[in-house]
């Protein structure tokens, strides 16, 4: 890690720090905001709580005002009671035994009085409240009433209460699931995120069974957008350090031959040896540039005739127009929606590929359809070997140059792969093949653009 990352590292974790120092002193609130899945598990038993009390009180109000369920049960119990002690009420042998049978069978204490209040007779434990009291009717008349309620012995089994509290229990556990799960993902994607912010590249989100839905989309463009900032800033690594490399070469040598021609050497042999390093430095500083284009997605996009820049390229690659350039009759009309700049770069790309690594070129074609223009370069060199047709057109990768294997003098392997991306930047393609007769063959294919049609006159 360099002395900035390293720098930038510290700098993050001193204001995690104090963030999190932050929220302590702010409180209970500001620590449960803090983490989504603090929230969602309470959230959850909120509801749960809320819901538990919303259903007690409705069941308490459905059953006070319908006279169902449990008041509907003591409701009858009143009726019957007061029945059958208006039978018996009048004789107190018969109202005796009948108060000491409900007594005694129900496990309640029942209480006697008369129509004055007093009491009459007491059957039971003595409890602090009633059940119930009914007035009982004899003779058209209220002849005295029947208390009745629970000893205090009695054990109560409070099974109602003790259910809902166990299912809100379990309820509220598997909500602190539930939040985990639907938080972990998203406390993945923001760790993978802060990663890169501080220079970890490699860092990458693992969701592992819960990469699917949604969330597995959105980690995986994040691991795919982590994986192409990677490659690409190792890319721009390597092609500093390449470029830095392939420019201290030709600038030496013309440093050397300023001094030759300054003792008094042959001027004239310096300065073609300095005009061609200064072509080769040209070159690579336009390929350059193409390429920052290219990151940039710069292109100034133009009606391009296929003819006249391919006639371009080829005078200025020092070629016979007219011997080297074929094309085909519809061609000559034909023009592209391509960014000049580019294009002119990509063919000359390609004459240099050809002049460097295939022996010279021997022919230009143009070849247009009503979708594609197609610019093939064909030169007089051994061919591709299997497996190159590809790997040409990767970034500083050079092939044999000569039968000796060796490389081409200046030759960077930024040619081809520019040529790939200025293709695929204008929704076309580039590829290589081997020719029948031997060499190899280049091929440029773009999109065309066809002519508007032209209004009809109107009819009288």
């Not at 409701?75 to 039978?87: C, L, N």
């Not at 009717?137 to 208390?147: I, W």
Request: aromatic content about 6%; hydrophobic content about 45%.
């Amino acid at each position: 890690m360099s002395w900035h990352e390293g720098h930038h590292a510290a700098h993050a974790a001193r204001r995690a720090r104090r963030r999190q120092g932050e929220l302590f002193r702010m409180g209970p609130a500001a620590f449960v905001r803090a983490r989504l899945h603090r929230r969602i598990f309470l959230w959850f038993g909120m509801s749960i709580l809320f819901t538990g009390l919303v259903l007690v009180t409705l069941t308490t109000l459905v059953n006070g005002f319908t006279g169902s369920g449990y008041w509907r049960e003591v409701k009858r119990a009143k009726t019957f009671t007061a029945w059958q002690f208006a039978q018996v009420w009048d004789h107190p042998a018969q109202r005796e035994a009948l108060a000491q049978a409900i007594s005694r069978d129900l496990e309640v204490r029942v209480e006697l009085r008369d129509a004055a209040g007093a009491a009459i007779e007491p059957f039971g434990v003595p409890c602090e409240r009633n059940i119930f009291k009914v007035d009982v009717v004899s003779g058209g008349a209220r002849a005295g009433d029947v208390r009745v309620c629970f000893d205090g012995r009695r054990p109560s089994t409070p099974w109602f209460g003790l259910g809902l509290f166990i299912a809100c229990a379990v309820l509220w556990a598997s909500s602190g699931r539930i939040a985990r799960r639907l938080a972990r993902p998203l406390g993945e994607l923001a760790r993978v995120a802060g990663d890169l912010g501080r220079g970890k590249l490699d860092s990458r989100v693992d969701l592992g069974c819960y990469e699917h839905g949604e969330v597995g989309v959105v980690a995986e463009a994040m691991n795919e957008m982590a994986a192409r900032i990677q490659k690409q800033l190792a890319d721009q690594r390597e092609l500093l350090a390449t470029v830095s490399h392939e420019l201290r070469t030709p600038l030496s040598r013309i440093r050397l031959l300023t001094e030759i021609a300054r003792d008094g050497g042959e001027p004239g042999h310096a300065f073609d040896e300095i005009d061609r390093e200064v072509i080769e430095i040209d070159q690579l500083v336009g390929d350059l540039l193409a390429a920052s284009r290219l990151d940039f997605s710069a292109l100034a996009t133009k009606e391009v005739s296929a003819e006249e820049a391919a006639r371009r390229a080829v005078s200025r690659a020092g070629l016979d127009v007219e011997a080297v350039l074929v094309v085909s009759p519809e061609g000559s009309a034909q023009r592209l929606a391509a960014d000049p700049t580019l294009l002119a770069r990509a063919l000359a790309n390609l004459l240099d590929n050809a002049r460097r690594h295939g022996g010279g070129v021997t022919r230009v074609t143009v070849r247009t359809s009503d979708e594609r223009a197609a610019f093939e370069v064909e030169d007089d060199g051994p061919g591709l070997a299997p497996g190159e047709e590809e790997r040409i057109f990767e970034p500083f990768y050079q092939g044999a140059g000569s039968p000796d294997g060796a490389a081409p003098k200046g030759a960077l392997g930024l040619g081809l792969a520019l040529v790939r991306r200025i293709a695929e930047a204008h929704r076309g393609r580039a590829y290589a093949e081997n020719r029948s007769g031997g060499g190899a063959r280049v091929v440029l294919e773009l999109p065309v653009r066809q002519p508007a049609p032209e209004a009809s006159p109107p009819v009288d």
